[in-house]
């Protein structure tokens, strides 16, 4: 009687097993070709701004992993839509396209979850999905850079403005700060956009993890102190390598701009949104709530 449930059990799951086998053996190279980008910053800049994938994507495995159960519990139910997702991402794998093929994945995915499980499957992976798709490059960074200009003028200047208070003599020019017959360039990826996006994302797992995600309040108060903050961490960090470029201090400068020291100090800035959250939860007191997570057993949905 064991045996006939476990060969049952496996019969089960044997189309599950084989969509992972199948995954594992198309886009294992896509997302080694990420990984290895991002620790070695051998990949386009632009897709050096979603190196918060490091981060996310083993935390959408895990969430993955921590829902098993529950999935192994819903019902079989297909959904229509899962095969339109899974052409489509047939189709955008097949395209060449660098970030179409990045995109396949998300899409195939959520493909695969309508197709075995439904709403209710996509539902209850969904999280995990948006994690993926915001880690997957594409070229929004490259759209958005020309519309920077305004923030690196406000780092420019405030950077200028606080090592003249140190004694220094720099002129700032836009978004250019002379000091000492040396200029130095607030460029649109010095003026903190990767560090934005990297604590935005970082700011919507910890909204999960805590479940503060619920209260509008706690989610607006945190990410405008996230913008605050990663403003004035990269004022600061612009002063510090103006301070080391004009002053010859070479070493330091490649240090912080192109060595661990950068890492480091996004480091600190990633630490200071737990501190940061954490105060947030002991201010604010949630005024709304947002609705509770999905719970299958008690949100049924009919076969389609």
Known sequence: MQISRALASQKRYLPETIAAFLLALLYAPLLYYWVD?????????????????????????????????????????????????????????????????????????????????????????????????????????????????????????????????????????????????????????????????TSLYVGLMLLYWTGNWRSRAKVLWFYGGIVIMSVISNIIRNAMLTYFHGTGQDQAFYWLHDSWGGDLYSTLMLGSLVWLIQKIDDWVEPEFELEPEFDPELDPEPDV
């Open 37 to 197: 980008g991002w620790l070695h910053k051998n990949i386009s800049t632009e897709h050096e701004y979603f190196s918060h994938g490091l981060i996310g994507l083993p935390f959408a495995a895990y969430l993955c992993w921590q829902n098993r159960q529950t999935w192994q519990a819903l019902p079989t139910r297909t959904h229509g839509l899962g095969l339109v997702l899974l052409l489509l991402a047939v189709g955008l794998y097949s395209s060449r396209l660098p970030d179409l093929i990045n995109l396949s994945l998300v899409v195939m995915l959520a493909g695969l979850c309508l197709w075995f499980k439904g709403w209710p499957g996509l539902r209850l992976q969904g999280f995990a999905l948006l994690l993926l798709l915001l880690a997957s490059p594409n070229q929004i960074p490259y759209l958005i850079a020309p519309y920077t200009l305004p923030l690196q003028k406000l780092i420019a200047g405030v950077a200028g403005f606080i090592l003249a208070q140190g004694g220094m003599d720099v002129r700032v020019d836009q978004i250019y700060l002379f000091v000492n017959d040396r200029i130095v360039e607030v460029a649109p990826y010095c003026a903190g956009l990767k560090m934005l996006f």
